[in-house]
């Protein structure tokens, strides 16, 4: 990505981010709301991701799990994971959890469309090519969320979650990435926002 898209994405990631903020506020206070009532805990669920030049960040979410539900399992969700909390089932299902997300995009750490962050520890198993999604901001939605809508769905059904997460999913997942970042430009992005919404519907 040239540096005028790269200028031309983070003006549209800071309105859209900003107006988002605004017009989303009333959602957010009622999320609050149903989260705080449904279980103990915050509200936030912050964990440490991996964006752009390799850089740590801490990524936003509404928690839609137990508190410390990743020293109770994997940092992967299987399935009907019994962590989730019943108001984070429905969260998660719409993918209002990851909503929190365009606080990381107002701030720069994301943006709107772009590789899916990472934690750390699966990083360590990236090959040099699929470490080129380094050179972009992670986003909230790619071409990997719509494709991998039902990802805890698949791995549930998997005999060895993480493993098949590793050797496949993941894998598929950079190649997707890969192939953004030769494509990207602000109407692609529109396309994949729009299809992101259209999924989630």
């Not at 606080?103 to 040099?128: A, C, D, H, T």
């Not at 997460?165 to 992005?189: G, V």
Request: charged share 30%; proline share 4%.
């Amino acid at each position: 990505m040239n540096k005028f898209n790269k200028i031309i994405k983070r003006i549209f990631d800071f309105i859209c981010s900003s107006l988002g903020l605004i017009i989303l506020s009333p959602l957010f206070l009622i999320i609050v709301f149903r989260i705080k009532s449904g279980s103990d805990g915050p509200v936030f669920f912050k964990q440490i991701r991996v964006g752009e030049d390799e850089k740590e960040f801490e990524i936003l979410k509404f928690r839609t799990m137990v508190v410390d539900a990743e020293k109770l399992g994997k940092q992967i969700t299987v399935g009907k994971d019994n962590r989730i909390t019943k108001v984070g089932a429905f969260l998660r299902k719409y993918k209002l959890d990851e909503l929190p997300q365009l606080i990381n995009v107002f701030k720069g750490e994301m943006s709107l469309v772009g590789p899916r962050p990472e934690v750390p520890r699966y990083v360590k198993l990236y090959n040099e090519d699929q470490r080129q999604v380094f050179k972009v901001k992670p986003g909230i939605t790619d071409l990997a969320s719509i494709r991998y809508k039902d990802e805890n769905e698949l791995l549930g059904k998997a005999e060895n979650p993480e493993e098949f997460y590793i050797n496949t999913i993941m894998p598929d997942k950079l190649a997707l990435n890969l192939e953004y970042i030769k494509r990207s430009n602000i109407f692609f992005d529109i396309y994949i926002i729009l299809k992101t919404i259209l999924k989630c519907i």
